[in-house]
């Protein structure tokens, strides 16, 4: 088995770092789930009381999700980055930084998604996520550049795939993020539909991947 030349293999703490903290934020989401009041059990039943809750089941199913993708793009992202400076460290810890905030923006929505402050929790709720997609794109640009930070073996038809599809997530962030001001619940739909469209995977980006850990 061939081995990575050494230049190739700095971003191995970074990763490591990276999945610590991506798994701590997914653990910390199932603490806005809570069990109902006993008293609100007795009076009207288990299953109804679980039923009540059902706006916070939808939030934390939805923000794992957001932050599996997130993991999966920053994994995706790390098979084709192989070099890191200072910068892409701190790019990186920017990154993260608006990851561990998910569990917040969670809450509000789950909190207010039935009440008439919808509008404002799902503006947070959107809105931040657009932020984290700003700062992906920001260190995907900063490593893309002149292709300083990538992999020896990097197809530029995957680079460009890639910035192609951050550009247009980016846009249609911003357009669900608009859209709240007219119907709340398209503008969730949207950001939802978002992250599926992240989390498939391009053709092309996956030979790589296969191809890295072969090499690696």
Not at 186 to 213: E, H, K, W, Y
Request: no cysteine; charged share 10%.
């Amino acid at each position: 088995m061939t081995k990575a030349p050494e230049t190739e293999r700095e971003t191995q703490r970074i990763e490591a770092f990276s999945d610590g903290v991506f798994a701590i934020v997914v653990t910390l989401l199932i603490f806005n789930v809570k069990l109902p009041e006993p008293a609100a059990v007795t009076a009207n039943g288990l299953l109804a009381e679980l039923a009540k809750s059902w706006t916070i089941y939808l939030a934390f199913a939805a923000s794992f999700f957001f932050v599996l993708v997130m993991w999966i793009n920053h994994h995706r992202l790390f098979t084709i980055i192989r070099r890191a400076d200072n910068n892409l460290m701190l790019l990186n810890g920017l990154l993260l930084f608006g990851v561990t905030v998910v569990p917040f923006p969670t809450s509000i929505v789950a909190a207010y998604l039935l009440d008439p402050q919808q509008q404002a929790a799902v503006f947070i709720y959107n809105g931040w996520f657009f932020l984290v997609a700003i700062m992906f794109q920001l260190l995907w640009r900063y490593a893309a550049h002149n292709n300083r930070l990538f992999s020896h073996a990097v197809d530029p038809a995957i680079t460009r795939h890639i910035a192609r599809s951050y550009n247009i997530g980016l846009v249609l962030y911003l357009a669900a993020v608009l859209i709240d001001i007219i119907s709340p619940p398209v503008s969730l739909a949207i950001s939802i539909g978002l992250a599926v469209f992240f989390a498939i995977p391009n053709r092309q980006v996956q030979q790589l991947m296969t191809t890295s850990d072969t090499t690696a």
